[in-house]
């Protein structure tokens, strides 16, 4: 493609099209000549009608469940991103009708569309009946969770999102149950944050008397049943391990999730000194079989430890000799 130009000696230049924009000399008269830029092209669609509603505008690096969406699918599909670091955050992406529930006193901000509501259970039986929901509030009731869980539904038109928070420094990881066999998953009592509509939200009993005593997760852990997104928290870094049958031994509070085909006991952490002097607790927690695991580096317990020993008065030179003798000058 050419661009056609006059100059002002009457000599008609033909331009190339990569010098739009730019300025070329006559040669002829040696006159510098500005060629015009191009349009910018505008696409031609066929005539369609247009929707009188606002869209929200979709933040970006939007992600959807591996599992796509079928006949007989009982969880809600929705899309989502995490921001953040180390104070991480879940935007949930609902489409008109979808749902998402979460632990309440979760949620950060919701757009216009989005209508909440508390609710007792997680919603994925709607037919059990008053005694079938006083028996799923029983249950979170025994895990230390609260008794209502929060629905947040997207009843406008077009995209709107709805963000949770972590409740403490660490990362939240999406988990498509789909993915794992027999749709459920295995986790410690708080790890559980949001999850699509449909996934139920129960507990799970650890049948060993040594493994619910001295295993970090007692004898109740929360379990979530179903077929859509699952989103959970844990403090620091998460990662995930896939066994192929060998044995992984985790400190006991580490442990975040894992897949419940897999079994789960404990053992001693070594003999009587290294048990009482090694630092790492009286028994690990071990994990044997194939599927994965999800291991946190920074339980909050070791966090809340470290932060009571920590807590003082400031300004007494801490960490040093000088400031634990001022301590104890003063009485503290």
Not at 16 to 21: D, I
Request: glycine share 14%; with cysteine; hydrophobic share 40%.
């Amino acid at each position: 493609m050419t661009l056609n130009l006059h100059c002002q000696c009457g000599k008609q230049l033909a331009i190339p099209e990569t010098y739009a924009g730019k300025r070329v000399k006559c040669p002829s008269c040696a006159a510098v000549l500005q060629v015009p830029a191009l349009p910018e092209p505008i696409d031609v669609v066929a005539d369609t009608p247009v929707s009188s509603f606002p869209v929200s505008a979709a933040p970006k690096n939007m992600h959807r469940s591996g599992h796509g969406g079928g006949a007989n699918r009982r969880s809600h599909e929705v899309d989502y991103e995490i921001v953040g670091n180390d104070m991480q955050m879940v935007i949930v992406e609902l489409d008109p009708g979808e749902t998402v529930i979460a632990e309440a006193g979760a949620m950060t901000y919701m757009e216009e569309g989005i209508q909440f509501e508390a609710k007792m259970g997680d919603g994925s039986e709607p037919d059990t009946g008053f005694f079938g929901k006083m028996m799923s509030v029983g249950k979170r009731a025994i895990t230390g969770e609260s008794l209502f869980m929060t629905h947040f539904t997207h009843t406008g038109a077009g995209k709107s999102h709805v963000a949770f928070a972590a409740p403490y420094p660490g990362k939240i990881i999406p988990i498509d149950l789909a993915t794992i066999p027999g749709n459920d998953l295995i986790c410690q009592k708080d790890a559980f944050l949001c999850a699509a509509f449909g996934t139920q939200v129960t507990i799970a009993f650890n049948k060993k008397i040594g493994t619910g005593l001295f295993g970090g997760e007692g004898f109740i852990m929360q379990k979530l049943v179903g077929d859509g997104l699952a989103f959970i928290h844990a403090g620091g870094t998460i990662i995930e391990r896939e066994l192929h049958g060998e044995t992984l031994r985790v400190d006991t509070g580490c442990l975040v999730a894992f897949e419940p085909h897999m079994e789960y006991n404990i053992e001693r952490a070594g003999n009587l000194k290294s048990m009482f002097l090694g630092g790492e607790g009286l028994f690990l927690a071990t994990l044997r079989g194939h599927g994965r695991v999800w291991l946190q580096s920074l339980p909050m317990r070791r966090l809340s430890e470290r932060i009571v020993a920590n807590a003082g008065p400031s300004g007494k030179g801490e960490g040093s000799i000088l400031g634990s003798l001022g301590n104890l000058l003063d009485g503290d």
